[in-house]
């Protein structure tokens, strides 16, 4: 008898070590990023991203969509642009990795393991835009500094978490709260350990929307360790960059949070309009909240020839920051005149919303098909660029996919 | 006897059964092995992946005109750039922004208060002529043409 439990002891454990080995080693994946000479990885398969998908930055990562990668409904992992700040972090143990919600408005400061958030905490399922501020940058004359984003720094998908709102009052939140900051473990790419990549935030009244989500699940699976494995905030409409990534302490602020990217220029617009490349001062710039409203077609991929006579069926997605989208339209001759089109009503507030047309054109010749979106405030896209920012945020003009008619 | 005939033989069987609970006990281990590592690779250690010698010879070797590790245009200024650009972030996020002197110099700035650059000397005045001279602001105005269209037929 003994010697038959030692046996099966034996076999289990060797059993365990061999797929605790397993397992170990793909946790580690991001250690491929270290540099063996001149063999990078393949990104595409690491992330396990569409081929169509364009590099922008391979250190820290940035990866872009292209419009016709986005024609999902709900977009998968695949077609999910990435932006990052700083060093993904390697080492993620999902045992001992806790929650922290402190600052100076916190009734009681507390830490909760990632079994505690999903145990204590109703669940909840949202599809969310996010939308990179500076998504549009490539845009802007004169240049912005930074990635330069075409359209396909966006996405919505599906996740799933407890609201930040429930965790942040089990901790207690103090009357004089003014706005949430988090805190993440990617490191500062300079290896600087006193530094943070990045540390936003947002106003107390964003962080308890019932949307706003400590996210676990992303389209139903634990969030690929690129964006934000194993806990990511999501705050759907605003800049993606409040959503940030492989949290582990969210402070309760008494004033506007001053983390990294949260101060200066970065993520702020000035406060009122400049001239294309007037110099602003630090404290003319006001900080993004919601996202304007844009859109975005997904089919057909610009490009397309059709035979004279073919209807052109369009489709993509609007989404307008904290809004709705209230009406859609398209243009086939340079804005000259628009033609509504069918929109659907968000699945859940912060989702983007579906667009289709049937188009008929005219005659043989070179056509843009452009898509132009109007929220419930009675905002559209521009059809040429916005205003100019130093830093080239918030560029919605209208999207254009070329077409001929043969 | 007959007894003392019997437990021999009982002992005798325990001692194959332990030998074939033993046989397989290591050969699940095999199969499991194979199963999870069909390359063995777990085996293998670490010195056995190529070196970085050959590698290494070739860092900074230049084709058509292209720092091949890099991206970036063979011109006065290359290595410098490389030098000094190159550690914290790729060159590609050098590469796709294209800005005037007064910009590069604005940025190198903010990298020193913010981001741990190092003060660049006389090598600051070497790397923003090599920027505006091979990577030149673009004037795009306020919507450009639409180019690069890879035209498809569309069946449908």
Redesign the interface.
């Known amino acids: 008898m003994e010697?038959?439990t030692f046996?099966k002891k034996?076999?289990l454990s060797?059993?365990a070590a061999?797929?605790g080995?397993?397992i170990v080693f793909g946790s580690k994946l991001p250690n491929g990023y270290k540099p063996?000479?001149?063999?990078e990885p393949d990104p595409f398969k690491m992330f396990r991203k569409n081929k169509g998908m364009v590099?922008?930055?391979?250190?820290?990562w940035n990866i872009e969509a292209q419009a016709h990668l986005l024609d999902d409904k709900i977009t998968p992992n695949s077609s999910m642009f990435i932006r990052n700040n700083g060093k993904t972090p390697e080492e993620i143990n999902i045992k001992t990795w806790t929650l922290t919600i402190d600052g100076e408005s916190v009734k009681t400061k507390k830490t909760y393991t990632l079994a505690d958030l999903k145990s204590k905490f109703k669940q909840h399922t949202y599809q969310l835009t996010l939308e990179c501020g500076g998504n549009g940058r490539s845009?802007?004359?004169?240049?912005a500094?930074?990635?330069?984003w075409t359209v396909g720094a966006v996405h919505c998908a599906s996740w799933t978490g407890v609201r930040l709102r429930d965790v942040l009052e089990d901790a207690g939140i103090k009357s004089d709260a003014k706005y949430i900051g988090f805190h993440a473990a990617d490191t500062?790419?300079?290896g600087?350990p006193t530094?943070e990549p990045i540390s936003r935030g947002c106003p107390m009244r964003k962080a308890l929307q019932d949307e706003t989500l400590l996210a676990f699940k992303m389209n139903g699976e634990d969030i690929p360790l690129i964006h934000g494995y194993p806990l990511r905030l999501v705050a759907g409409g605003w800049p993606a960059s409040v959503s940030g990534k492989w949290l582990n302490r969210i402070s309760i602020r008494d004033k506007e949070h001053d983390g990294t990217k949260m101060t200066g220029t970065a993520y702020r617009v000035p406060c009122n309009t400049v001239a294309p490349g007037e110099k602003v001062k630090d404290e003319d710039m006001c900080i993004i909240e919601g996202m304007p409203v844009k859109s975005i077609i997904t089919y057909?991929?610009?490009?397309?020839?059709?035979k004279d006579g073919?209807t052109?069926?369009i489709r993509g997605h609007a989404w307008a920051g904290e809004l709705e989208v209230s009406n859609m339209a398209y243009s086939i001759d340079f804005g000259s005149t628009w033609t509504s089109c069918s929109v659907e009503k968000p699945v859940n507030r912060l989702a983007w919303q579906h667009f289709s047309a049937a188009i008929q054109f005219p005659k043989k010749g070179y056509y843009?098909v452009w898509a132009k979106a109007t929220d419930t405030n009675n905002f559209s896209q521009p059809?040429?660029?916005p205003g100019w920012n130093p830093k080239g945020y918030l560029n919605n003009?209208c999207h254009?996919i070329?077409i001929?008619v043969v | 006897m007959e007894d003392k005939e019997f437990q021999k033989k009982i002992r005798k069987a325990e001692r194959t059964a332990y030998k074939a609970i033993l046989f397989s006990f290591l050969s699940s281990i095999l199969l499991i092995i194979l199963v999870y590592n069909p390359t063995l690779s777990i085996f293998q250690s670490k010195s056995e992946i190529p070196t970085y010698t050959d590698v290494l010879e070739d860092e900074d070797k230049i084709e058509n005109g292209i720092h091949l590790r890099t991206g970036l245009l063979d011109a006065d200024g290359l290595m410098t750039v490389v030098n000094n650009c190159t550690n914290c972030h790729s060159a590609k996020l050098v590469t796709q922004n294209r800005m005037s002197a007064e910009s590069w110099n604005t940025t190198i700035k903010w990298m020193q208060e913010t981001q741990n650059l190092w003060d660049l000397g006389d090598n600051q005045e070497i790397i923003v002529n090599y920027l505006v001279n091979n990577y030149p602001p673009e004037k795009k105005g306020r919507r450009t043409t639409l180019t690069n269209i890879d035209w498809y037929v569309l069946q449908n």
């Open positions: 010697r038959r046996v034996a076999v060797s059993f061999i797929i080995s397993e063996i000479a001149l063999q590099i922008l930055n391979d250190k820290p845009e802007y004359t004169p240049a500094k930074g990635n330069q500062h790419l300079s600087d530094k057909p991929k610009t490009g397309a020839t059709i073919k052109l069926n843009e059809m040429v660029i003009a254009r070329a001929k």
